[in-house]
């Protein structure tokens, strides 16, 4: 008996690991907000709901195979199921009660998370625009008139209507904790509403492949309270430098930079959901020519241009509205 259950152990043991490793590692699974919430209940009740069916599955095929086992008195067994109208009800039954099942909370839950949190409907949400550029996130407060690149605070709370898109490549939102990813594309602005209901830092990134640089495509989300963020909106407003053109023609070049903050934004004159063409026109305008990644003039000229980034930093004064 033992020697029939084998095939089952590899299984076995990967439950064992799932149930004891906790949720440590799984910050999907650990949310910090509504929406988050609602996506981790709807992986759990799948989850769960599919566990079953393979239980139920291993089951019967541990029964089948030990009941119709090769033995003396038992030989030459010939079933004939051809047409049978019971079986065939039964095995179509089944599975469309499984698909029903799972579709209604997924389908509900899909179109309930299109707009804001059921427990701040009544709240006005803030409104962000998150820009993708290879390989940074640039965030643009259009009510605070403040811009950041490659960090967000946000106030605990209070919805945040996120509105995507993207200068050049697709890529996609993501922040684990606090909800489910959305695409990010040029020429085209996507809706994506998340909050936090708890004060703390959280990881941000892009979770669709764009190529060399993907890897570091990342942004730190705080929420604080509503005190601290406005503070912090209007100490941005009136001590951190301008965002010029020319300055941000440059973050059109693909390559990460640091955390930065301004007191204007970029929507000033371009919006990328509106104008896919921007980022290649910086680039060309710039004298920018599209490489062979990792190749000796690839790196050369990242090398040069980390430097003028890193000269530039050094000469401005930011205004130390952003310490960590
Ligand atoms: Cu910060």
Redesign the pocket.
Same mark, same amino acid.
């Given at each position: 008996m033992m020697r029939r259950l084998k095939p089952f152990l590899p299984f076995g043991l990967m439950m064992a690991v799932f149930m004891l490793s906790g949720c440590s590692d799984m910050i999907v699974l650990d949310p910090k907000g509504p929406v988050g919430e609602e996506q981790k209940d709807l992986i759990m009740y799948s989850i769960w709901f599919m566990l079953f069916i393979l239980l139920v599955v291993y089951a019967l095929t541990a029964f089948i195979v030990y009941k119709y086992r090769d033995r003396k008195n038992h030989k030459g067994y010939d079933p004939d199921n051809e047409g049978s109208h019971l079986l065939e009800t039964i095995w179509w039954i089944i599975p469309i009660i499984i698909v029903i099942a799972l579709s209604i909370p997924t389908v509900k839950s899909i179109y309930s998370l299109e707009g804001p949190p059921e427990e701040s409907k009544d709240q006005k949400p803030l409104v962000i625009h998150a820009t993708s550029v290879n390989w940074k996130w640039v965030f643009t407060y259009p009510e605070q008139d403040i811009e950041t690149v490659n960090?967000l605070?946000i106030p605990e709370d209070r919805p945040v209507l996120f509105k995507l898109t993207s200068a050049d490549s697709m890529a996609s939102f993501w922040v684990p904790q606090l909800g489910g990813q959305k695409y990010a594309m040029a020429g085209m602005e996507t809706e994506l509403y998340l909050q936090a209901d708890e004060q703390g830092?959280y990881e941000g990134r892009n979770s669709n492949f764009t190529g060399e640089g993907f890897t570091d495509h990342t942004f730190?989300v705080?929420a604080m309270s509503d005190a601290e963020f406005e503070k912090w909106a209007s100490e941005t407003k009136a001590e951190a430098p301008e965002l010029t053109k020319g300055q941000y023609d440059k973050l059109m070049l693909p390559g990460h930079v640091k955390?930065m903050t301004f007191s204007s934004t970029h929507l000033d004159w371009v919006d990328h959901s509106k104008n896919a063409e921007y980022a290649l026109d910086a680039r060309e305008r710039l004298g920018y020519e599209e490489k062979i990644p990792h190749s000796r003039a690839a790196k050369e000229e990242k090398k040069k241009r980390e430097e003028e980034m890193k000269k530039q930093e050094e000469s401005e004064s930011h205004g130390d509205s =952003?310490a =960590?």
């Open positions: 960090y605070h830092t730190d705080m955390e =952003h =960590h």
